[in-house]
């Protein structure tokens, strides 16, 4: 049975009421701009028990195995070059949201889906480089299965060569070479698109390193697991 490192559950409601007050920022932010909010310590750290027994090859092979979905051939994860503490699994909740919250925890590269019944589901992630930080509560207002990439404005002045995909120019065809891969959910904070997103990820060499614009990606095949079992304006929140 494995075990990994979280937050105790006091120390994760004390953020989240912290939390609340921080204000998303867009996948565009500025580099080397500094993070929401301050440094939070985590003094007394739980572990978070899986309910069931790690996963046998046979069942990673299948959780990870080629998918044909909307038309695409999603490839195989090397499931056996990642570490396995970010496979998909169930675990005791450490997190004391109510059901149905997701809840990113940005220094150990999981997300967590509450589930009824005090267990949660856990993906392993990508998230934002240093100067791309970020974190609030928001909601999940729009979900898309095979999303258009359309970079923001701002990146694209970053990185001119992505002007082709601009939102003017209409953004990025759906495909297994978009970034935002397989799906995409939207998060909005007081009504407002935060222009940060839990997408899909054509590239598994990422999870569990900090890589992107700001917005945190998953495996293909995670995303679709997650996809389907978000319930409709699902609460987010993300810590830093």
Request: net charge positive.
């Amino acid at each position: 049975m494995s075990f990994e490192k979280t937050f105790s559950r006091r120390s994760f409601l004390s953020l989240s009421a912290m939390t609340a007050a921080s204000a998303l920022t867009g996948c565009a932010s500025t580099a080397g701009g500094p993070p929401v909010g301050q440094p939070i310590a985590f003094p007394n750290p739980i572990r978070a028990f899986q309910t069931t027994p790690a996963p046998t090859d046979a069942e990673l092979a299948v959780m990870y195995g080629p998918i044909e979905d909307g038309g695409f051939l999603i490839p195989a994860v090397p499931y056996q070059q990642i570490d396995p503490r970010f496979y998909r699994q169930q675990v005791i909740d450490p997190t004391g949201q109510p059901a149905g919250t997701i809840v990113v925890d940005t220094p150990s590269r999981f997300l967590y889906l509450v589930q009824p019944g005090g267990t949660a589901m856990r993906y392993g992630v990508g998230i934002g480089r240093e100067g791309f930080a970020w974190q609030g509560n928001g909601v999940i207002q729009w979900r898309q299965r095979w999303p258009r990439w359309k970079p923001p404005n701002e990146m694209v002045a970053r990185q001119p060569e992505l002007a082709k995909y601009s939102i003017d120019n209409g953004g990025m065809d759906p495909g297994l070479k978009n970034p935002l891969g397989a799906r995409a959910l939207y998060i909005f904070s007081n009504g407002e698109d935060t222009l940060y997103r839990l997408h899909g990820n054509p590239d598994w060499r990422s999870i569990g390193k900090a890589v992107s614009s700001g917005c945190v990606r998953l495996l293909n095949q995670d995303i679709i697991d997650l996809y389907d079992r978000v319930p409709n304006k699902a609460p987010i929140l993300v810590l830093q």
